[in-house]
């Protein structure tokens, strides 16, 4: 397989009967352009180091046009049993794996947009 074009990392957009758009990125970075004006409902944004990236989650929301609700994924510790409640990895790697401060920073960015944490098998409906 050769190289994606967008650097290796994939990307989704979900459209859901033509009544919801979904927005899911594992990756800790993106290239704005090819993002910008998607404007999800629901985005899944990996939160783990993106504070390696400048403006990772200002620049983000401002491409996708504020999500209205923001869900992270990829920011546990993902060798703990699933029968455990899941945790960041501030404890292995400090504040770029701190959840809790990505949180903070995001409702300060996006006040509008809902930031919602799921344990492990969760569900969420809006």
Not at 4 to 11: N, V
Not at 50 to 55: E, G, L, M, P, Q
Not at 56 to 80: C, I, M, Q
Request: neutral net charge.
């Amino acid at each position: 397989m050769g190289d994606l074009p967008e650097g290796d990392t994939l990307i989704y957009v979900l459209r859901i009967a033509g009544k919801y758009t979904v927005f899911l990125m594992s990756s800790g970075n993106y290239i704005e352009r090819a993002i910008a004006g998607l404007k999800p409902d629901v985005a899944l944004v990996a939160p783990l180091f993106s504070n390696n990236t400048v403006d990772f989650s200002s620049r983000l929301v401002r491409a996708l046009g504020y999500p209205k609700l923001v869900l992270p994924t990829h920011w546990d510790n993902f060798e703990a049993p699933l029968t455990s409640t899941p945790t960041d990895l501030r404890t292995v790697y400090g504040d770029p794996a701190n959840l809790d401060l990505w949180v903070k920073e995001m409702k300060k960015v996006t006040p509008r947009t809902r930031i919602v944490t799921m344990p492990y098998f969760g569900s969420y409906a809006p």
